[in-house]
């Protein structure tokens, strides 16, 4: 079974402070994804990364960038939380087109 | 250009009846289509896809779902709903394999709801 470990299940930060959240999958995937999931606005893509090195804007990068040094393992990076990044971060892998496989979330409090 | 429209935000079943989420997608291409499930305060689960082989596809937990071309939907079901069910369900649209996983889309999720 693919799995993708996501760093902590629950975190709490303080306004400013710079946040980590890591991803790591076992499948050898091409593909990773960050997500963010809000009541009512469903899942928004932050960023995407197709390979090593390689990352791609998603649809809300405001705020957050990414790292992907190795295959199976893409971190984001919130340089300076702000309470409205308070969130569901979902991370994802997946093979070339064919579906992505999530992590647990992570439910962050931005205080 | 790719969208996906999951026709009720809420659905009541009660254990043992029926189950069906309805799904309508508009893509410009032959897309690959998805269904996942998420349960309160997990991941998103992978229920079943659909790739361009059969057009019924059967996924985990008993669930199936029918890719209909002429109609544009992509409906899940299950002939009966177990408690175990309650969550909410996402159906996502995304390009043919091959040509680029990055803009999938997601429905804005159905919400199922099991009554004893």
């Known amino acids: 079974d693919v799995k993708v470990t996501q760093s902590s299940r629950y975190l709490v930060k303080r306004t400013g402070e710079k946040v980590f959240l890591e991803c790591v999958q076992d499948m050898d995937h091409e593909n990773m994804f960050w997500y963010r999931q809000d009541p009512g606005l469903g899942l928004r893509l932050i960023y995407f990364s197709y390979d090593v090195k390689m990352k791609e804007k998603g649809d809300i990068p405001e705020g957050y960038s990414v790292s992907r040094e190795k295959k199976e393992r893409f971190s984001l990076i919130l340089e300076s939380a702000s309470t409205n990044q308070t969130s569901m971060y979902l991370c994802?892998?997946?093979?070339?087109?064919?579906?992505?496989?999530f992590g647990p979330g992570t439910r962050l409090t931005v205080t | 250009a790719q969208s996906v429209t999951q026709l009720d935000s809420h659905v009541s079943v009660s254990e043992g009846t029926p189950v069906l989420l309805r799904c309508n997608y508009s893509?410009?291409?032959?897309?690959?289509l998805f269904w996942y499930v998420q349960h309160p305060n997990k991941g998103l689960q992978l229920l079943l896809k659909y790739t361009s082989a059969a057009t019924l596809v059967k996924g985990i937990n008993g669930f199936e779902a029918e890719f209909k071309k002429s109609e544009t939907s992509f409906h899940l079901t299950k002939p009966s709903a177990h408690m175990s069910d309650a969550a909410e369900y996402f159906c996502?649209?995304?390009?043919?394999?091959?040509?680029?996983?990055?803009?999938?889309?997601f429905g804005a999720g159905t919400r199922l709801f099991v009554k004893a």
């Open positions: 893509s410009s291409y032959s897309p690959s």
């Open positions: 994802a892998s997946s093979p070339q087109g064919f579906g992505q496989y």
């Open positions: 996502v649209v995304s390009p043919p394999a091959g040509t680029g996983g990055f803009k999938t889309i």
